[in-house]
């Protein structure tokens, strides 16, 4: 009791740390719930354009039909500047103001016609003006979509009218979709957010608190005394392997609880509970691994240098803060020697995950497998670590 | 008196360096031991192995009347270890430092806190129970760690140099605290290089050297070792050669030397020196300013046993 005592004195000398973990922890995950919420539905995009349609002959008996059913379909998909003056629409241009300028030639609706009839050689164009940024591809696409509509239906129109209302109608046609699968997706991608930053809070949180926390109980003085004691060293390192299990477990929940909060109705779903046990068989890990971080290091100072390196490098390099899949191939093989790569492909996983079965299971299981199997390799090494410096001088 | 140390043939060795070489001594419980030796002549090494904190490569170390070993737990539960450098936690308040180190000893949570009272008293700390380590001034630290380390009542006292860097008046505070400790029935092991020290708490000294004893006894019993029996000084001015030499020649004078200002004179042992000194001076009508006469220190004794030259 002595010893665990004294334990939760200096560990209570780091509740800023734990604090400030867990305020990263809540500001990303909400940051990144934010951003998922609004990817859930689709809105099209409406690009920037200006329209300038000359094909405005109708006075002199031309027939303007098509032309007019462009403008307005365009109209309808974009949003159509109103600028005039060569200088003003260059400068829009260039400023990015548009990104694409249609420009209907005049008669080009009677044109139309008169090339697909075969009356002419001359294939009438509309020309344009771009950006060639991602809205005037938008922009490129719908004037392509609207032209090519009207060549195939072109040849059974009478005139320009009678076309322009045949393409508008085919355009305007919808289809309905009906997805299949009833996982909520949404939900598993922000469970999974959380839980994969879990991996830098967790990792950065255990090895900070407990290398410090063993820093001070091992400092070589303090040390001394202890092994002078009639303590039994075993069991002092014992209480001090346990009394760090149990500091551990507490800030586990603590984010347990936190995702609750956050993503509440995920984690009472199937696939929540496997969320959690992932993360706990994660935390055994970061345990045992700062345990060894504590047995090595004698130095306080020393310990930030040691967070930065393995939480910070392991959750660059295994995809917590950056998504799994735009991670280079080399990357990621390098980062299966990390339990952390396991951890967060677990995650990953149980995203895309249709229903709980033992066949579906069987990754998540393999790889929890494989957290286990490194924080025995850790504790093994601290436990060896630990028998050689026992002695001193 | 019982032994409550005995140790025999002690030997430790670093690769081909002989730290401590076939080292045997005891101590009697009740009194204060003096560990004297110059850096590097294996006091730390000794204090080391008979806490079981390093190997020895030869001998036998028994406390109590057992083999220390590291896993001698009913030993160490008599024992109490002052080392030499502030031992503490930063992030503890003196009397939960005190409290957690006497832990380790006492389960029982009312004796504890007796124990704590007491040792806070006796290192003068009443004041400063609350305050954390870094808030001490240096005489305070050594005495928090003097009252970790005593706290559970230890019957054997290990203190490592526990005044190294104190103000005279802390220095008096815990020298008069290792009195009591002993008064109240504990056996002390002291290692210092504060010589006056010695003198005024050790029953006995063993002076150390490259890992042996290099002599043992009482303060008196080490001083009657000294080359010099008595060391007269003479403030004269202007002593001419020829006297200095004539003075060197008045017998039991081991070594006679003039600075200009002082004459200093290194007596064997013998009687009426000083009386024939001033005789002589008298009958030259050589006038002096002061003449003193000093028995060897302790000091003296330990050059001589272990030499002048600097050490690592």
Not at chain 1, 172 to 199: C, I, M, P, R, W
Request: aromatic share 10%; hydrophobic share 45%; charged share 25%.
């Amino acid at each position: 009791m002595t010893v665990f005592k004294a334990f939760l004195r200096v560990l209570w000398q780091c509740k800023a740390i734990v604090l400030l973990y867990t305020v990263i922890l809540v500001c990303f995950a909400a940051f990144q719930m934010q951003t998922e919420q609004s990817s859930i539905g689709f809105l099209a995009d409406r690009p920037d354009i200006l329209l300038v349609n000359q094909d405005t002959a109708e006075e002199e008996g031309k027939d303007c039909g098509l032309s007019a059913g462009l403008v307005s379909y365009l109209m309808e998909y974009c949003e159509v500047a109103d600028i005039t003056g060569e200088d003003a629409i260059n400068d829009a241009l260039f400023y990015r103001d548009i990104s694409y300028i249609v420009t209907i030639p005049r008669h080009y609706s009677e044109e139309f016609f008169a090339y697909l009839r075969g009356e002419t050689d001359k294939k009438p164009a509309v020309e344009v003006r771009s950006t060639g940024d991602q809205e005037a591809s938008y922009a490129e696409m719908l004037l392509s979509r609207y032209l090519r509509v009207a060549r195939v239906y072109g040849a059974y129109a009478e005139n320009g009218k009678e076309l322009a209302n045949r393409v508008a109608e085919t355009l305007s046609g919808q289809v309905s979709v009906e997805v299949a699968s009833h996982l909520d997706t949404g939900g598993l991608s922000k469970a999974a957010f959380f839980y994969n930053f879990l991996n830098y809070s967790l990792l950065a949180g255990c090895i900070y608190v407990i290398c410090l926390v063993l820093a001070s109980f091992r400092e070589e003085k303090i040390r001394k005394r202890t092994m002078v004691s009639s303590m039994n060293y075993r069991t002092f390192n014992r209480i001090l392997l346990l009394s760090n299990g149990l500091f551990a477990v507490g800030l586990w929940m603590i984010y347990v609880l936190l995702s609750l909060v956050l993503v509440g109705e995920v984690l009472l779903s199937d696939q929540g509970v496997w969320y959690l046990a992932n993360s706990f068989a994660f935390l055994l890990c970061a345990l045992t691994m700062a345990f060894l971080f504590g047995t090595l290091v004698k130095n306080k100072n020393a310990v930030n240098g040691i967070v930065n390196v393995v939480a910070l490098g392991s959750s660059f390099l295994c995809g917590a803060f950056v998504p799994v899949q735009m991670l280079p191939k080399s990357v990621l093989w390098i980062a299966h020697i990390l339990p952390s790569y396991w951890y967060i492909q677990t995650n990953e996983y149980l995203k895309r995950m249709e229903n709980v079965s033992p066949e579906a299971l069987r990754p998540v299981l393999g790889n929890m497998g494989i957290l286990l199997g490194f924080a025995l390799l850790f504790i093994i090494a601290a436990n060896g670590v630990s028998k050689r410096t026992r002695q001193i001088g | 008196m019982e032994a409550i140390i005995e140790v025999k043939h002690l030997t430790k060795e670093y690769k081909q360096v002989k730290a401590i070489d076939d080292l045997s001594f005891e101590v009697k419980e009740g009194e204060i031991l003096g560990l004297l030796g110059p850096n590097g002549s294996g006091k730390s090494t000794t204090i080391n192995c008979m806490l079981s904190l390093l190997q020895f490569s030869g001998g036998s170390i028994e406390m109590f009347g057992q083999e220390m070993k590291p896993d001698a737990y009913e030993i160490k539960r008599k024992i109490g270890v002052v080392f030499q450098d502030v031992a503490v936690f930063d992030e503890l308040t003196v009397y939960e430092n005190i409290d957690y180190f006497c832990g380790l000893y006492i389960k029982d949570k009312e004796t504890r806190g007796q124990y704590i009272k007491e040792a806070v008293a006796l290192a003068g700390l009443e004041e400063y129970q609350k305050f954390r380590p870094k808030q001490l001034s240096g005489g305070l630290l050594r005495r928090l760690n003097i009252a970790c380390g005593i706290a559970h009542k230890p019957k054997l006292i290990f203190l490592d140099e526990p005044t190294v860097a104190v103000d005279p008046q802390s220095r008096n505070h815990i020298l008069d605290g290792i009195k009591a400790l002993r008064k109240a029935g504990a056996t002390i092991v002291y290692t210092t290089h504060y010589m006056e020290e010695v003198e005024l708490i050790c029953d006995r000294v063993i002076i150390l050297d490259k890992g042996k004893v290099l002599a043992t006894g009482t303060c008196d019993e080490l001083k009657e070792l000294a080359k010099a029996d008595e060391k007269v000084t003479v403030e004269v001015t202007g002593l001419r050669e020829e006297y200095l030499e004539e003075i060197r020649k008045l017998g039991q004078i081991d070594q006679a030397s003039y600075d200009g200002t002082s004459l200093v004179i290194h007596y064997q042992k013998g009687k009426n020196n000083l009386l024939t000194l001033i005789e002589y001076l008298k009958t030259k009508e050589i006038y002096y300013s002061k003449i003193y006469s000093e028995r060897p220190t302790l000091n003296d004794v330990f050059l001589d046993l272990t030499g002048k030259e600097l050490r690592d």
